[in-house]
């Protein structure tokens, strides 16, 4: 059996706070158990013995490979269009940014929003 793993990296942090180092309004979210809200699909690889038994996780383990990248791409993906628009992503983080007020409370409520229609 083989396993492959994501060809994909992590944005650079410093390129992608680019994108909101002009603004004056910031909102900082972190996804509480952020990997475990992502279900598995191939359970059995993911199996692990122990002196009890086996166990086998339904949810992605922040230790697996390419944990973080899948995390990273499914928050982008679900987020969509926003991202670096309103919103920076990294990993379980969200940096929602706006000129003002106003305009970081409407990028939040899409930001949630979006969220909200991925369930």
Same mark, same amino acid.
């Not at 383990?61 to 973080?68: E, G, I, K, L």
């Not at 969200?94 to 990028?107: I, K, N, P, R």
């Given at each position: 059996?083989?396993?492959?793993?994501?060809?994909?990296?992590?944005?650079?942090?410093?390129?992608?706070?680019?994108?909101?180092? +002009? %603004?004056?309004?910031?909102?900082?979210?972190?996804?509480? %158990?952020?990997?475990?809200?992502?279900?598995?699909?191939? %359970?059995?690889? @993911? +199996?692990?013995?122990?002196?009890?038994?086996?166990?086998?996780?339904?949810?992605?383990?922040?230790?697996?490979?390419?944990?973080? @990248?899948?995390?990273?791409?499914?928050?982008?993906?679900?987020?969509?269009?926003?991202?670096?628009?309103?919103?920076?992503?990294?990993?379980?983080?969200?940096?929602?940014?706006?000129?003002?007020?106003?305009?970081?409370?409407?990028?939040?409520?899409?930001?949630?929003?979006?969220?909200?229609?991925?369930?």
């Amino acid at each position: 059996m083989v396993i492959e793993t994501f060809a994909d990296v992590l944005p650079i942090l410093e390129v992608t706070l680019e994108h909101c180092k +002009s %603004k004056r309004f910031y909102a900082m979210f972190d996804f509480l %158990k952020g990997f475990w809200q992502l279900p598995l699909s191939n %359970k059995q690889f @993911l +199996s692990y013995m122990m002196d009890k038994g086996i166990f086998t996780p339904t949810r992605v383990s922040q230790v697996s490979a390419d944990a973080t @990248l899948h995390f990273q791409s499914t928050v982008e993906m679900v987020i969509g269009h926003l991202v670096n628009k309103c919103v920076i992503v990294w990993i379980d983080d969200l940096l929602v940014f706006a000129d003002t007020q106003e305009e970081l409370m409407d990028s939040i409520e899409a930001v949630l929003t979006k969220l909200d229609e991925y369930g």
